[in-house]
């Protein structure tokens, strides 16, 4: 008996001949470029480095696009975005030691956001592998160790014929759900020495879906449909599984109010009756919430920022969808159902039972008194400027380009305040929280999409961290304007001394004249205020390739409600 499984293509006369005869002059570098290509791969970042020679002369040899930033960690933030862009495994090519290194923070964002990067480092020459010693530049006694606890997978290469296979392992792993960076290593010698191996021609990694189980979704869709106050939390993983559309359809099919958390931003129309848009960060919207009897979460795991600093306490039965089994009730008890959250919202959708406006009344009323509630506490708290700065990008920003925001006051109020205008439109570093994400990142949505501008928002101490990049934007002419709001130091951290401590410590910082600085790197730059900086940033965004808007303001964060009263 003959089984699908034992049926193999057999190969051309054509593909015989090519695998008989491969090209001189190839090296395991090629190896790894070929298989990148075969999977589908069309662009790598990177940084060249001593020992990853190999792969970076293998470029030139074939059709995949480079762009080059000039930090590491800045690379992996391009890597990100180009994965939450497309997403597909964005390559990144690192060399080893300090510069595989240097990239672990960017891959711990992406670990957090559940973006897809398939970082591909070299290694010491294989007689070092295993901590032997011998004192190779940048011998580490195991590389790979520093990245296990950040990473997906970690893939160790020895030979070049592990190369094709451990690539294609690498590229499935980043793209199953959760999606997440994956890392590969490979030593020196082996993509220096000269191969016989035929040209890669292809490549076989399609991801393995997660559906649900049907006896949760039945439970959970009994539940939703016999709820009294059903209410849902969409967080990321709405968001990477395309699954907006879904969200809508369900909740309106269960007259639903909606909340979407920072990673979750355009998941739901900002202004639909039963959107409470992103104020996850605000009292009103807790209660609301610990009030539902029911409370969906697709795609969340309720950690610190999406349940308002751990604050949160619902009363009510949970069900969560979540596709990351670490996160699966990691916070509250739920019924927990694991799976990617397309898949889940179908199922649920087909099951539920409609609600009918008359049967289930007052979830839009309820929904504007929420939304009421949470205007007048700001406006009570005198940040006029803050809201209008807000307001004024969002204005400049045309509705289909995508934002990347660093952490900086503005950026906290984004999570908050600023309508996404859809799905996979504003992206932050909120997963890890690190310094520097902003500018880099929108670099490689750019490179991603070059068809429309991209706006990157940092505040002047994340800028710091990502000047370098103005080369690489002006060397590949990436259409990315950088708006940066400078108020002389770390300014969030600034607050949370002053209000800790009575006054801060290690915040101020001098900083450079950006705009001169910009336009050393033959980058338009301007500096603007609050009353001009809607016209301001509408132009450079309006002008093709790289430009920096420079905002000298200091802003404020409106008051928490996580904390007791003082």
């Given at each position: 008996m003959t089984h699908d499984h034992d049926l193999v293509l057999r190969p051309t006369q054509a593909?015989?001949?090519?695998?008989?005869?491969?090209?001189?002059?190839?090296?395991?570098?090629?190896l790894v470029v070929e298989t990148l290509a075969g999977l589908g791969a069309t662009t790598v970042f990177g940084l060249p480095g001593q020992h990853a020679l190999g792969m970076f002369d293998a470029l030139r040899r074939s059709t995949l696009r480079y762009i080059g930033l000039r930090v590491e960690n800045n690379a992996g933030f391009a890597a990100d975005a180009y994965g939450r862009i497309t997403g597909e495994a964005a390559p990144l090519l690192l060399?080893?030691?300090?510069?595989?290194?240097?990239?672990?923070?960017?891959?711990?964002?992406?670990?957090?956001?559940?973006?897809?990067?398939l970082a591909i480092s070299s290694q010491i020459p294989t007689p070092g592998l295993g901590g032997?010693?011998?004192?190779?530049?940048h011998e580490l006694p195991d590389q790979a160790a520093s990245f296990r606890g950040v990473v997906k997978s970690v893939h160790t290469v020895r030979t070049q014929s592990q190369i094709p296979s451990a690539i294609e392992a690498a590229w499935k792993s980043a793209l199953t759900v959760p999606h997440g960076p994956v890392w590969v290593e490979i030593p020196q010698d082996v993509l220096l020495a000269q191969t016989r191996i035929p040209v890669v021609t292809g490549g076989d990694a399609f991801p393995e879906e997660l559906p649900p189980r049907p006896e949760l979704t039945a439970v959970a869709a009994d539940l939703l449909s016999k709820a009294a106050r059903p209410a849902i939390i969409a967080g990321g993983g709405v968001v990477r599984s395309d699954a907006s559309g879904k969200l809508r359809q369900l909740a309106e099919v269960l007259q639903a109010p909606v909340v979407t958390t920072p990673g979750g931003k355009g998941?739901?129309?900002?202004?639909?009756?039963?959107?409470?848009?992103?104020?996850?960060?605000?009292?009103?919207?807790?209660?609301?919430?610990?009030?539902?009897?029911?409370?969906?979460?697709?795609?969340?795991?309720?950690?610190?920022?999406?349940?308002?600093?751990?604050?949160?306490k619902p009363r009510g039965?949970?069900?969560?969808?979540?596709?990351?089994?670490?996160?699966?009730?990691?916070?509250?008890?739920?019924?927990?159902?694991?799976?990617?959250?397309?898949?889940?919202?179908?199922?649920?959708?087909?099951?539920?039972?409609?609600?009918?406006e008359r049967?289930?009344?007052?979830?839009?009323e309820r929904v504007r008194e929420v939304l009421a509630k949470v205007?007048?506490?700001?406006?009570?708290?005198?940040?006029?400027?803050?809201?209008?700065?807000?307001?004024?990008?969002?204005?400049?920003?045309?509705?289909?380009?995508?934002?990347?925001?660093?952490?900086?006051?503005?950026?906290?109020w984004a999570w908050s305040a600023f309508d996404a205008k859809g799905p996979n439109h504003m992206h932050s570093a909120q997963g890890a929280g690190g310094l520097g994400y902003g500018f880099p990142a929108a670099l490689g949505a750019a490179a991603a999409?070059?068809?429309?501008?991209?706006?990157?928002?940092?505040?002047?101490g994340g800028a710091l961290y990502s000047i370098a990049e103005l080369a690489t934007a002006r060397q590949y002419d990436l259409n990315v304007t950088w708006l940066i709001v400078d108020d002389g130091g770390y300014g969030i951290l600034r607050e949370y001394m002053t209000d800790a401590f009575g006054e801060p410590t290690a915040t101020e910082l001098t900083r450079p004249d950006y705009v001169a600085l910009a336009e050393s790197f033959g980058v338009p730059g301007v500096r603007t205020s609050p009353e001009t900086l809607e016209a301001d940033l509408a132009k450079a965004l309006a002008t093709p390739g790289p430009s920096v808007v420079l905002l000298p303001a200091v802003l404020r964060m409106f008051a928490p409600t996580h904390l007791p009263p003082s």
């Open positions: 593909q015989i001949a090519a695998a008989l005869n491969p090209p001189a002059g190839r090296n395991g570098g090629d060399s080893t030691g300090p510069g595989a290194l240097t990239s672990l923070a960017a891959l711990q964002e992406a670990a957090a956001a559940s973006a897809p990067v032997g010693r011998h004192g190779y530049l998941a739901f129309p900002w202004k639909h009756p039963l959107s409470l848009q992103s104020w996850i960060e605000d009292r009103h919207t807790t209660d609301f919430l610990e009030d539902a009897d029911v409370l969906l979460v697709v795609g969340s795991g309720l950690g610190e920022l999406s349940s308002n600093y751990h604050t949160f039965r949970v069900v969560q969808i979540e596709a990351d089994l670490g996160k699966l009730e990691s916070n509250h008890p739920a019924l927990g159902i694991h799976a990617d959250a397309r898949l889940a919202l179908q199922a649920l959708l087909e099951t539920v039972e409609p609600v009918v049967a289930r009344p007052g979830a839009a205007a007048d506490r700001i406006a009570a708290q005198e940040l006029t400027l803050e809201q209008e700065v807000l307001a004024s990008v969002r204005k400049a920003l045309p509705a289909d380009s995508p934002s990347f925001w660093d952490m900086t006051i503005l950026a906290y999409d070059p068809t429309r501008p991209v706006l990157a928002v940092s505040g002047d």
